[in-house]
C-alpha cells in the first residue's frame, strides 16, 4: 500500500511504509547519517545505534 503527496509546488510523489527487505538498504543509508541530521528527521535523539 502506497500513498501520494503532494508538496506546495505542486511535485507528486508515491511513499509507502518501509519492508523488513528494505532494513539492509536502511541501516546502509543511516551509517551516513549525521547525529544532527537524525534528531531533525525523528525530532529527537536516537538513543540506540543503528549501524
Known sequence: ???T???HTGFRFEVRRARPEDEPTLAEFFTHVTPED???RFLGAV???LA
Open 5 to 7: 503527496l503532494t508538496t
Open 38 to 40: 537524525l534528531r531533525f
Open 47 to 49: 538513543k540506540e545505534s
Open 1 to 3: 500500500m502506497s500513498d
